[in-house]
Antibody, heavy 120, light 105 residues
Framework: EAQLVESGGGLVQPGGSLRLSCVGS????????MSWVRQAPGKGLEWVAN????????YSLDSVKGRFTFSRDNAKSSLYLQMNSLRAEDTAVYYC??????????????WGQGTTVVVS | DIQMTQSPSSLSTSVGDRVTITCRAS??????LNWYQQKPGKAPKLLIY???TLQSGVPSRFTGSGSGTDFTLTVSSLQPEDFATYYC?????????FGQGTKLE
């Protein structure tokens, strides 16, 4: 069974840094685009970034460009989100999600349980 | 960026009801539209992708339709476990925007 497990969340002061990790299992990690999606307290879902299996392409939300760095280690089936210069508005549950290409369309078919980041 | 607008934002409904949620895109997105269900404290769950394809394991009472800019998610007969928040999401182009959600109460 395909699974994703995030870790690394916590409480950080404004301007601080945090690194989130997401480990996949039950599927060939390197074959998939992977994504980060976040959800602020009591709010809806917000896409953050996509990263291709070989890291040759990535796309991210304008508001995190220059502050967040996305990477992966396929040998460890792991996805990373390095967050710098954190702001209060980055407070959210961060989910990693698998992004398969199904006949040319993409969807978030597997989600982790989420890890909470509080910037305060 | 493509904006996704869902309606209604919330819906008071009952077990057995037929429920329809609409999602409108600010630009044409063909059928690059997915629907998710989220329960409190849980990760979202994919229900429908490519506008109308039911994800494996999802009950057949969920159906999706639409193309271009207008889409609908229908639950034919609401079950107790269906009370949740539903989101549409476009995968036509980055940023992959979500609708604001529809909460079934």
């Amino acid at each position: 069974e395909a699974q994703l497990v995030e870790s690394g969340g916590g409480l950080v002061q404004p301007g601080g840094s945090l690194r989130l990790s997401c480990v996949g299992s039950g599927f060939t990690f390197s074959n998939y685009w992977m994504s980060w999606v976040r959800q602020a307290p009591g709010k809806g879902l917000e896409w953050v970034a996509n990263i291709k299996g070989d890291e040759s392409e990535q796309y991210s939300l304008d508001s995190v460009k220059g502050r967040f760095t996305f990477s992966r280690d396929n040998a460890k089936s792991s996805l990373y989100l390095q967050m710098n210069s954190l702001r209060a508005e980055d407070t959210a549950v961060y989910y990693c999600a698998r992004l398969p290409n199904v006949f040319g369309t993409y969807n978030f078919d597997i989600w982790g349980q989420g890890t909470t980041v509080v910037v305060s | 960026d493509i904006q996704m607008t869902q309606s209604p934002s919330s819906l008071s409904t009952s077990v057995g009801d037929r429920v329809t949620i609409t999602c409108r895109a600010s630009h044409s997105i063909s059928t690059y539209l997915n629907w998710y269900q989220q329960k409190p404290g849980k990760a979202p769950k994919l229900l429908i992708y490519a506008a109308s394809t039911l994800q494996s394991g999802v009950p057949s009472r969920f159906t999706g339709s639409g193309s271009g800019t207008d889409f609908t998610l229908t639950v034919s007969s609401l079950q107790p476990e269906d009370f949740a928040t539903y989101y549409c999401q476009q995968s036509h182009s980055a940023p992959y925007t979500f609708g604001q959600g529809t909460k079934l109460e």
